[in-house]
């Protein structure tokens, strides 16, 4: 979806470009504000951030939409530490 490192900054994949908005990215905080979702968006998402020297730490966030077709779906993160 998105990668950030401090030689090649931001880069989001075509397919998420209408999607996400990337508000923070830096090596010490991110944070990615999904918009424009749709039912097809729900599923966990999982945040990998390779870290030297100590190695690589992952976050499983997941998205449920609720919500009538055709209208504002409402969003429900669900934060979880770990895979």
Known sequence: M???????????ADAYLD???VTEATLSSSTI???NITFADEGCYICTFNVYPSGTERRKTCLTVQGKAGRDPRVNLL???GI
């Open 2 to 12: 998105v990668t950030f490192s401090e030689n090649f900054k931001q880069q989001v």
């Open 19 to 21: 999607k996400v908005e």
């Open 33 to 35: 504000v999904m918009k």
């Open 79 to 81: 934060q979880r530490s």
